[in-house]
């Protein structure tokens, strides 16, 4: 398997990146093909030992950033990290690509330049994989179309639920569709539209409407909604998890006592972390373009983007890309 | 000041309501008027001591159950202790009214057969008063209102606006727009034609977008939002927090020694849930009907009963109800 990682991808490029391609490399023996920056790249990886490791660059003389506005600069950069290292996965040069870099960048890449959407599919979609403690939860769509119609949903169902079954083992995955009420007939207006169309669809284990709780709880294996309401519902995850966490601490700190107790319970406090952890997961598809792209966190470490890797392959080896031109033709 | 309690609210009635009103009448020395099935209530104050304590019980014969369709029961059961409660406010004999009671029940007796909307107001709201660690973010619209246009959300801004300023004591409350980023532009369709509506709006400290974690961290007092994605919004802060704490408790429980200290540190996780806790708030107003109701939490005990009244005495003592008569005449 050869997987492209984007060495100009994360907010502390290229020494994340380069790591954690390292590590990949030396986890799974795959072949990594490093895109970005040459002299930056050789640099960054001569402080490894990549001694036996299949590990190759390949140049791209400019770099999406963060702070760029994704569809000018996806028009602008045509040799950014993003368009060699999808153009390579598009050219049937590489398997997988791989980023930590601008969201939004690399969705106008791969949609409007490289890859392309997927015959049939009619928007892509952005994914969460959440690390919950029965196990993963796919999320789509958490940001690409923040408007969306029925059928959007429907396909983003179809994908989601693909991905859950080839590239996560989830077999006959459950399907719900974000509401603010279980209840059938509960919803906005798009919800109310699409749970008809949803019930309808072969080949989709429709479990019906689903509130956050179920989503935590682990009663659903992919959760469906629009781009900006499963935006909010990840950040108010991610960020309630922190406020809690925070406030635990600091009353844990208020005493003698309980901070004696805090100390013998870290390692406690550790593994609770480590189980809810983004960085254990690394990256999540999007989906509907035609090749397997996945995008971490930008403040994604060496490990993260590792992991990203390590999703990329379970992608590849699942065959999600063509089971979904299978569904969609 | 004389505040109904609807003494047949909550999952467990009468018990609860009870008990809080008798907390409630004891603590403040208002006069409560409890609304309900006569010798139920009075079976039930029997279990109190209330001496001294200015409680009157008002029959009502009918009980909106919270397995009840809203509109039917709302239309069916007009002599149900909402709408007697609600009825009293209306007619002038009582300030407030409180109760725990089915949401969709409260919100139809109260718009459509007793309190009426405030002349003007065009849709009421339902709110969640958040108690994070900062102090208090009053939430609108969490769920009377699935699909919104951008004058409802507006509307909701002011309204909550004054209930912050004038019931919590909240100066020139900061108001953000919820939306899947913060920078201007960022959010669906109805996010981007209600920020220029509100940028314009007199009398509104507006801030802009806010994103989830803005919300917990205390960056905005009030938070808009259409009622589908502040029903995921505040259902989801609650479910995390939960998940949170119960992957904490089950990973201190999984060793010996971190179970010594999980017990050397229980005071600080008492404390902790305290302080986000919701029976400490109790209730929450419906905004935009013309008088004081308070909806609490259907899981209500006493003291979040107790709680309910306090807010309705803010919100009395504010001229919440005034206030917004002026405004939007």
Redo the contacts between chains.
């Keep these: 398997m050869r997987i492209v990682v984007d060495a100009m991808g994360s907010d502390n490029y290229p020494g994340p990146d380069v790591e954690g391609a390292v590590l990949a490399a030396r986890e799974w023996g795959d072949e990594i093909i490093l895109v970005g920056d040459r002299n930056r790249v050789e640099a960054e990886l001569a402080r490894h030992d990549v001694a036996g490791l299949n590990i190759e660059i390949v140049h791209a003389s400019q770099v999406i950033e963060m702070t760029d506005k994704p569809a000018e600069s996806a028009k602008a950069k045509t040799d950014s990290s993003m368009h060699v290292g999808m153009g390579l996965v598009r050219d049937g040069k590489a398997d997988a690509y791989v980023t930590a870099g601008n969201t939004g960048g690399v969705l106008a890449v791969a949609t409007l330049y490289t890859l392309k959407r997927i015959p049939g599919v009619r928007r892509p979609a952005l994914t969460a994989i959440y690390p ?2 029965h196990g993963y939860t796919v999320a789509a769509d958490i ?1 690409a179309n ?2 969306c119609r029925p059928e959007y949903l429907l396909q983003f169902a179809g994908m989601a639920s693909l991905y859950a079954e080839l590239a996560l083992g989830i077999e006959q995955p459950r399907v719900g569709l ?4 279980e209840e059938e007939g509960k ?3 798009l ?1 109310k539209e699409t749970a008809p169309l949803m019930r309808q669809a072969e080949g989709l284990n429709y479990i019906g409407n689903v ?3 179920e ?3 682990g009663a659903t294996d992919v959760v469906i909604h ?4 499963g ?3 990840l ?11 925070k ?2 601490e600091s ?2 700190r ?2 003698l ?2 901070t ?10 550790r ?2 972390r480590r ?2 952890d983004p960085d254990e997961i690394g990256g999540a598809p999007l989906l509907g373009v035609n090749g397997v792209v996945i995008i971490g966190h930008g403040r994604s470490n060496a490990v993260a983007i590792k992991n990203a890797v390590g999703q990329a392959r379970k992608a590849v080896q699942g065959g999600v890309i063509e089971a979904m031109r299978a569904r969609f033709k």
């Design positions: 919950f403690l940001g923040a408007d974000l509401s603010n009420g919803g906005n207006q919800v509130e956050p709780k989503v935590l709880s629009d781009g900006f309401t935006n909010i519902l950040k108010s995850i991610e960020a309630t998890a922190s406020m809690v966490r406030l635990i009353e844990i208020a005493g006592v309980t004696l107790g805090g100390l013998l319970a870290y390692p406690a406090f593994r609770a189980r809810i």
